[in-house]
C-alpha cells in the first residue's frame, strides 16, 4: 500500500464519518438541515478523492470520462429539477424515483465491472458474488420502485394487480434469476449469463410489487431503499470500494428499521405485505361492504363546528391521509392560525403512518408553514387528549379507531390515537367508508362526536369562513 | 484478497449496526426527510460510476458508464436537494406563532 492509498482510505474515511454524522443531525428538526448539509459534504469529499484516485492511478480514456461527464450532466439536470419542483404530496414518488435510479446505478457498475473481465479467465469469487448480487438485488429495486412510484403517482392502478398462475410466475422468475447466478459464479466469465440475471431480475421485480396495494406501496418503497442500500454496499464489494460498503449498509440499516416501524405502526407483518395478503385494496377503493347507516350518526355543519372550536381552549386536530390526498395542507394550517389567534391552544396530533409515507405528513404541515413544535408525535398527542376539549380527525380512520385496544379484528394491536378520550369530537370525511384495514369505526357512532361529511380541502375552508364570522362578530 | 473481503465484511457490519443505532433514534416527525436523505447517501455509487469510467476500454462499458452516470447523478443530486427543500421547511423560525399561542390561558 503506497502513501497515496493510505491517504485515500483516510479520506473516504473521512467521509463516511460526515454521512454517520449527518444522519445523527436528523434526530431533530432543529439541526437536521444542517445534518443533511454535512452528509453532502461527505460526499463532495467522497467524490473528489474518487475522481482524483482514478485519474492518478488507471487514467482512462477520453471516451469513458466524456461518457461520464455526458451521463453525469444529464441525470443532475433531471434530479435537480424534480426535486425543485416536486410538490410536497408527491414526495413519496420522488423518493421511490430516486431509489430506483440508485438501484439501477449500483447494477450497471457492477455489470460495467463484469464487462471488463469478460473473455478473460474465472472471475475470483471475492468479487463474482458481489457482482451477482449487486446486479440481482439493483435489478430488483430498480425495477420495483419504478412500479411503486408508478402506483403512488397513480399511473399504475392501486389495486392489487394479480392473474392466474402470478404467483407461480414470480417463484419461477426468482429462480430463473437465482440459478443464473449461481451459472455466473461457477463459469468463466460470460455476459450472456449475467443478462439472464439482470432481465429475470427486473421481471422479478415487477411481479413482486404489482400485486402490493397502494396504501401498501410505502413499506414497499422503504423496504426497496433497504434493498439499494445493500446493492450499493455488494457494488463497494465488487469494485473494493470501502465508501460504497459504508453508505450502504448505513442506507440498508435505515431502510429496514423504517420498514418494521411501518409495518408495526400499520398492524401488517412485512411478510403478508410482499406476499400482497388479505384484502389487499387501497383506501380509496375499499368502499362498499359497510353500510352508510347513519341512524347513530351525529351530522354537524360547517357552524356547528366552528362554534365547538371558537368556544374551546384546548383543540387537537389529527391529520389523515384523506388530508394529504385532498392537499388540504394549507386548509387546516390557515384554521389553526386562525383559532390560536382567537387564543385557542391548537396542536396537531400526528400518527407515524399519517400521510403517504412515515413522517409525510409532518412535511406537509412544515410546507404548511406550522412550526414543528405544535406537531405531536403518537405519545405526547395521547396524553394531550385527556386533556383536549375538542379533537378534529381530518380525513383520519383506522389510525383512530378504539376498537384497536380490543382483541379479534383486523386492527386489534395497532398504536392509535386516542381521540376518544377527548371531551368532544369531531370527524371531518367524506362518508362513513371504513378505511383501509376495511372495519367500520365505533368513534364515528359515539354519542361525544359529530361527523361533518365533506372533503377535506373545501370542509376546512368553510369551517375556516363559519369561525371568522364568529370571531369577528 | 481473502484479508480484503474479511476487512470489507467487517466494516459492512459494523456500519450496519452503526446505522441501526443512529437511525433508530431518529423522531417519527423526521423519518420522511430521514428516508429521502439516506436515499441521497445511497448516491454515493457515484463514485462507483466514476471507477468504472476510469476502467473503461470497450463500448459496453462505455455505455454502462454513461447509463450508471445518469441513474447515480439523479440519485445523488436530486436526492440531497430534496432533502435540503423539506428540512428548509422544517427550520423556519417558530417565535411569531409561539407568541400568539401563549394568549390561550385567556
Known sequence: ?473 | MIETLFGNLAIFVLSLLVGVEVISKIPSTLHTPMMSGSNAIHGVVIAGAITIASLANSPAAYVLTFIAGVLAAANVFGGYVVTDRMLQMFSRPTSSKADTSKKDAS
Not at chain 1, 93 to 102: C, D, E, K, W, Y
Request: hydrophobic share 55%; charged share 10%.
Open chain 1, 1 to 473: 500500500m503506497t502513501i497515496f492509498q493510505f491517504l485515500v482510505g483516510v479520506i473516504y474515511l473521512a467521509a463516511s464519518t460526515l454521512f454517520v454524522v449527518g444522519l445523527h443531525m436528523m434526530r431533530a428538526p432543529s439541526t437536521a438541515r444542517r445534518g443533511n448539509l454535512i452528509s453532502a459534504g461527505g460526499m463532495a469529499i467522497a467524490v473528489i478523492t474518487t475522481i482524483v484516485f482514478a485519474l492518478v492511478s488507471s487514467g482512462g480514456n477520453w471516451i469513458g470520462w466524456g461518457a461520464l461527464v455526458v451521463g453525469v450532466a444529464l441525470g443532475a439536470v433531471y434530479g435537480v429539477n424534480r426535486a425543485r419542483t416536486v410538490k410536497m404530496t408527491a414526495i413519496p414518488q420522488l423518493v421511490s424515483i430516486f431509489n430506483a435510479v440508485g438501484g439501477g446505478a449500483a447494477a450497471s457498475v457492477a455489470f460495467a465491472e463484469f464487462v471488463a473481465n469478460v473473455g478473460g479467465k474465472s472471475l475470483n469469487l471475492t468479487t463474482s458474488i458481489p457482482i451477482v448480487l449487486d446486479v440481482l438485488i439493483g435489478s430488483i429495486t430498480f425495477a420495483g420502485s419504478l412500479i411503486a412510484a408508478g402506483k403512488l403517482q397513480g399511473i399504475i392502478s392501486g389495486k392489487p394487480l394479480t392473474f392466474p398462475g402470478a404467483r407461480i410466475l414470480n417463484v419461477l422468475v426468482a429462480l430463473i434469476a437465482l440459478g443464473a447466478g449461481v451459472l455466473v459464479l461457477l463459469s468463466p466469465p460470460n455476459l450472456l449469463l449475467l443478462l439472464v440475471v439482470l432481465v429475470a431480475s427486473i421481471a422479478f421485480g415487477v411481479l413482486m410489487v404489482l400485486p402490493i396495494g397502494g396504501a401498501d406501496a410505502p413499506v414497499i418503497v422503504s423496504l426497496l431503499n433497504a434493498f439499494t442500500g445493500l446493492a450499493v454496499a455488494m457494488a463497494g464489494f465488487a469494485i473494493n470500494s470501502q465508501a460504497l460498503i459504508i453508505a450502504g449498509a448505513l442506507v440498508g440499516a435505515a431502510g429496514t428499521i423504517l420498514t418494521l416501524q411501518m409495518a408495526k405502526a400499520m398492524n401488517r407483518s412485512v411478510g403478508a405485505i410482499i406476499l400482497g395478503g388479505f384484502g389487499t385494496a387501497d383506501a380509496k377503493t375499499s368502499a362498499g361492504t359497510a353500510s352508510e347507516d347513519l341512524t347513530n350518526v351525529r351530522v354537524l355543519t360547517a357552524d356547528d363546528v366552528a362554534i365547538q372550536l371558537a368556544y374551546a381552549q384546548h383543540v387537537l386536530i389529527a391529520p389523515g391521509y384523506g388530508l394529504a390526498a385532498a392537499q388540504a395542507q394549507h386548509e387546516v394550517a390557515e384554521l389553526a392560525k386562525l383559532l390560536i389567534a382567537h387564543g385557542v391552544d391548537v396542536k396537531y396530533a400526528i400518527h407515524p403512518v399519517a400521510g403517504r409515507m412515515p413522517g409525510h405528513m409532518n412535511v406537509l404541515l412544515a410546507e404548511a408553514n406550522v412550526p414543528y413544535d405544535q406537531m405531536l408525535q403518537l405519545d405526547e398527542a395521547n396524553a394531550a387528549f385527556d386533556n383536549c376539549d375538542v379533537a378534529l380527525v381530518v380525513g383520519a380512520n383506522d389510525v383512530c379507531n378504539p376498537d384497536a385496544r380490543k382483541p379479534g379484528n383486523a386492527v386489534s394491536g395497532m398504536p392509535i390515537l386516542n381521540v376518544d378520550h377527548a371531551k368532544s369530537v369531531v370527524v371531518i370525511k367524506r362518508s362513513m367508508r371504513p378505511g383501509y384495514a376495511g372495519i367500520s369505526n365505533p368513534l364515528f357512532t359515539d354519542p361525544k362526536t359529530g361527523m361533518f361529511f365533506a372533503d377535506a380541502k373545501k370542509g376546512l375552508a368553510d369551517i375556516t369562513t363559519a369561525v371568522k364570522e364568529y370571531v369577528t362578530a
